[in-house]
């Protein structure tokens, strides 16, 4: 161990949160309809995979990009051999204006303030280093994201201070929760060094209000800090209200060429809107010259292929293309919400009212034997290892109350979440026989015994024996 660094043998990953736990239990014993009906349906993953029909039709249509030819030539030695790190010029632009579309083309974006990077973690963790020294200090909005724990402090020594949001005003960002933040950061002895906030939020599903973005430029401006928006959602927008990009208040409130427009950075990425996070794309956008500048130096530890920005830099720029697939992908996310919280409802469980991304942030505090994040993580275990569905509790996403949840619902099949709805319909119903009678102590004698009862009701389910309840 003392021939190793400091950095190995630390525990600030985060890799022991419930969150990464859930990702290890399901990857022991993932289900399959076939191969392992009984196993444990992935709900814990953010990802989105209602388009892909679109997407591999375009392949399909246009061989010259996947090939890596143009006009039908080859340029498979133009791609192979070494690319500064600053990008290909065409991808860059065909980006900016993808990133415009989906805002409504109510901002443009300037590809020289673009710097491309491997994924939203890469550009987020690049702001770290560019922002804030270690020990320095980022406010967050609970409930965040838990891979934030990781992108943002394991490598720059950056520590996260809580903006504590809560329920009883639908997790919105107030002023008081902001400066009871900053003072907090103040007691710990941590210069805050800027605000961070994901906009549509992870794991919340809600887009930020104009009230909250006004006052998240008012805050930052009044503490002469950096504000940092990822928007990496911000296509996956399907309902009322739309989406405002912070670029938008910006240009709204006339701070362009002012001191504040050089404090606010965005993050972006293709890795949700478009559902390609194994391709690693993701940006960063500032009007900060000295911060474009550096994070592009930085970009060089994490690039994007060549052959990857030639073959989205194509298909970005089939603007007939993009128009369809931001429209139907949007369709396509709003009824499989739809699906995801009438199933709920059907097992007696709400949660808290959305219009984008790829989860809903729901409320099973009725179900908890006491109000205790204890009690949260036993329905937790309850739910992976009895239901066999993985699913992130709210202390993971470092939520103040215990008893939410974030529920993923576009990484899977409508068959596989159907199932899924009915495996917590009979769970919600056995704990809530348990709490109304009273039998949690004595309605078996041996609690392996009640854990593998209840274990054989879920998974007597199949998909020809059950159907979805409308």
Known sequence: MKLLSKKVTCNSHGQDS?????????????????????????????????????????LAQNPDAVELKKNGESIFKELALFQDYHGLRAFKNALVEFMSEIRGNKVKFDSDNLVLTAGATSANETLMFCLADPGDAFLLPTPYYPGF????????????????????????????????????????????????????????????????????????????????????????????????????VLMNKKYMNTQVWNQIHIVYSLSKDLGIPGFRVGAIYSNNEMVVSAATKMSSFGLVSSQTQYLLSAMLSDKVFTKNYVSENRKRLKHRQQMLIRGLRNAGIGCLESNAGLFCWVDMRHLLSSNTFEAEMEIWKKIIYEVGLNISPGSSCHCAEPGWFRVC??????????????????????????????????????????????????????????????
């Open 149 to 248: 724990d990781r992108d943002l402090k394991w490598r720059t020594g950056v520590e996260i201070v809580p903006i504590q949001c809560k329920s009883s005003n639908g997790f919105r960002i107030t002023g008081s929760a902001l400066e009871e933040a900053y003072q907090e950061a103040g007691r710990r002895n941590l210069k805050v060094k800027g605000v961070l906030v994901t906009n549509p939020s992870n794991p919340l599903g809600i887009t930020l209000s104009l009230l909250e973005l006004n006052l998240l430029v008012n805050f930052i401006a009044a503490k002469g800090i950096h504000l940092i928006n990822d928007e990496i959602y911000s296509g996956l927008v399907f309902k009322s209200p739309g989406f405002m990009s912070i670029m938008e």
């Open 409 to 470: 619902f576009a990484n899977m099949s409508e068959e596989t979440l159907n199932l899924a709805m009915q495996r917590i319909k009979i769970f919600a119903k056995s704990i809530s026989n348990t709490i109304i009678n009273g039998r949690d102590s004595n309605q078996y004698s041996n609690k392996n015994l009640r854990r593998k009862s209840l274990a054989n009701w879920v998974f007597g389910l199949s998909f020809h024996d059950h159907k979805y309840e409308r």
């Open 18 to 58: 419930s969150y990464f736990l859930g990702w290890q239990e399901y990857e022991k014993n993932p289900y399959d309809e076939v191969r392992n009906p009984r196993g444990i349906i992935q709900m814990g993953l953010a990802e989105n995979q209602l388009c892909f029909d679109l997407l591999e039709s375009w």
